[in-house]
């Protein structure tokens, strides 16, 4: 038998220990509803892999939660009989934090308790909340399939350490064993941990169960019995009709699944029946993950077939200008030993993703248009964590293009600050009597673009123009030749057609004029015939004396500059 080991935490474990029980202790209460949910979460994993090996289960079929606490010994225990974890896997996930955007996360933090309590919110705090309520904390695992002599016993006091050492045990599964702080006796009540369980852990599928206290006539006081009784609803929340589960129901379970600690800006819940069946439990939430941007980030779907958790991040539910969604959906088609491979060429899946993406859009449209402040204002927070993003389906999604282009918002110069709150709708509705076009100008920041000198016309003429700066904006537009039947106008490209928005006594001056210079032009020509490809005489500037413009049919000067700095 192998001795007692004493390892340390990785050195992100420790800050986060300290930040966390510093931070968090106003809300000390969520460390029960973190247990829970990663004892949900394993009994999700047990059923999985029991799908081809019932063996695993042995004679211990019926996953549940057990809450059970201990005044004389101040411990409050959470068991589960899911998956376990095996030593190596106790070091990994109890001794190291695996996140993606950890480094992110880490790199963010100031040092201001203030703001980093906010930080560690949106980071999601997990397994380690236990330390807020514990000084000591035990936890005694078996994974599944292991025999009762290979389990691990993990204990730490949340300092830099902890002992990780052999031991038996007979059930599967794990048991955490909370030792509380000096002070929070008052946990040890089963009426506080049940309001507890009811208030942020209703939505848990399996039964939470805690032991039975009954008045006792002759004790004259609640003796508690040995018999167990279930203190949740425990069916799947998304099984539920909608008018049986309120808003914070709904809340609480978006916290479950997405690991986020913040509420969702919307959800849609709906079960769809025909030619495939299906239910999809969708969220938008209010800020975007850290990990936004990294390119190996899955999806945030679980999917589940007939109640039965298959994998998480299931990507191919999902158009990837999508990404951020999270929630669950719960195929009653597909077949429980579905493989990501399978998943990939399903013509289940491909209507599923159809039928989510319509749903994902109609949400987003709902609040986009809103008649109320509320809506207004979750929209404007929803365009700036995720715009950048949802322009990627222009290109993405060709089927869906013109309700995204809805969708989009922009600066301009009509309301002179870089908030992006103009949508092509309202650029229309202000085009000038004779306007034609939807004029752009893409720059790689808003002073730049307000700046151009290619404005200055448009603002002589009082034309309105989008003011473009996000990355992916040039990529975007290469997909979005028109909104609305007008066309999208670079005003950095070309020559500037400025179709009826130009009178007749001005075309006839500007004709005039390049005649007038005909003879210059052709010099300058000649003295720059190897960095310019053309010289024009222009009207487009009003207090610049030359501006630099793109051919029509090249490369902006913009997306040049792009690519080098990609170093393309
Ligand atoms: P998260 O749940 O977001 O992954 P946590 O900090 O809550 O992060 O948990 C870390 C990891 O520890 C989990 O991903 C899981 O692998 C493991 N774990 C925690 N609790 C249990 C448990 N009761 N049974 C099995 N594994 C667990
Ligand atoms: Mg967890």
């Keep these: ?77 959470i068991s589960d ?64 399939g292991a025999e009762p002599s290979e389990a691990v016993r993990w204990e730490s006091t949340g300092e830099g350490d902890y002992t990780i050492e052999a031991i038996e045990k007979i059930n599967r599964g794990t048991d955490i064993i909370l030792h509380l702080r000096e002070g929070e006796e ?17 939505h848990i599928s399996l039964p ?53 600690f913040q509420a969702p800006l919307a959800y849609t819940h709906n079960r769809v029946e025909g030619r495939s069946e299906y239910t999809q439990l969708l969220y938008v939430p209010s800020h975007a993950p850290f990990d936004l941007w990294d390119r190996n980030k899955r999806g945030g779907i679980k999917l589940y077939v007939k109640r039965v958790f298959i994998m998480d991040d299931a990507e191919q ?7 951020f969604v999270k929630g669950v959906i719960d195929s009653n088609d597909l077949p429980l030993n579905v493989s990501r491979e399978i998943l990939q060429e399903s013509r289940d899946v491909r209507v599923i993703r159809e039928g989510s993406t319509k749903r994902v859009l109609g949400m987003l449209e709902e ?80 002073t730049a673009a307000k700046n151009s000198p290619h404005l200055e016309i448009f603002r002589k003429k009082g034309v309105e123009v989008l003011l473009l700066t996000d990355r992916v904006d040039e990529w975007m537009l290469s997909f979005l030749e ?8 670079s005003v950095a490209k070309g020559g500037l057609d400025l179709g009826k928005l130009e009178d007749e006594a001005e075309k006839k001056e500007h004709e005039e ?18 960095k310019a490809k053309d010289v024009r005489v222009t009207f487009r500037l009003t207090d610049s004396p030359a501006c630099l413009v793109a051919d029509e049919h090249e490369l902006s000067a913009n997306l040049v500059r792009m690519l080098k700095a990609a170093g393309q």
């Design 1 to 77: 038998v192998a001795e007692k080991e004493t390892l340390g935490f990785q050195a992100e474990v420790k800050q986060l220990l300290q930040l966390m029980i510093h931070s968090l202790y106003s809300n000390k209460e969520i460390f029960l509803r973190e247990l829970i949910s990663n004892a949900s979460d394993a009994a999700d994993k047990m059923r999985f892999e029991a799908i081809n090996n019932d063996a695993l289960y042995g004679n211990d079929h019926e996953l549940k939660i057990k809450v059970l606490f201990d005044k004389e010994a101040k411990t409050i225990t």
């Design 81 to 144: 009989n899911g998956i376990g974890m095996s030593r190596d896997e106790v070091i990994s996930h109890l001794g190291t934090i695996a996140k993606s955007g950890t480094k992110e996360f880490f790199s963010k933090l100031s040092g201001d308790q203030q703001a980093d309590a906010a930080l560690i919110g949106q980071f999601g705090v997990g397994f380690y909340s236990a330390f807020i309520v514990a000084d000591r904390v035990t936890v005694e695992t078996r994974r599944a």
């Design 186 to 202: 008052e946990l040890l009540s089963s009426w506080k941990l049940k309001s507890i369980i009811r208030k942020y852990s209703d």
């Design 208 to 260: 939470i169960v805690m032991k039975k206290e009954e008045w006792d006539e002759e004790k004259k006081e609640t003796v508690v019995k040995d018999e167990l009784e279930t203190v949740n609803q425990a069916s799947a929340l998304w099984a539920r009709s909608k008018s049986d589960i309120t808003p914070e129901q709904y809340e609480e379970f978006y916290k479950h699944v997405s690991h986020d």
């Design 317 to 323: 539910l999902m158009p990837v200008y999508l990404r």
């Design 367 to 446: 609040m986009a248009n809103s008649e109320e402040q509320e809506g207004k204002d979750k929209y404007a927070t929803f365009w700036k964590e995720f715009g950048q993003v949802l322009k990627e389906g222009i290109g993405e999604d060709a089927t869906n293009k013109d309700r995204i282009a809805k969708l989009l918002r922009f600066a301009s110069t009509h309301a002179d600050s870089s908030d992006q709150t103009v949508s092509f709708a309202d650029y229309v509705s202000r085009m000038k009597e004779g306007q034609e076009k939807i004029y752009y100008v893409t720059a790689d920041s808003y």
């Design 482 to 489: 028109n909104f609305d039947g007008k066309e999208l106008v």
């Design 513 to 530: 004029t390049e005649t007038q210079y005909k003879e210059l032009v052709e010099k300058m020509k000649g003295a720059l015939a190897d």
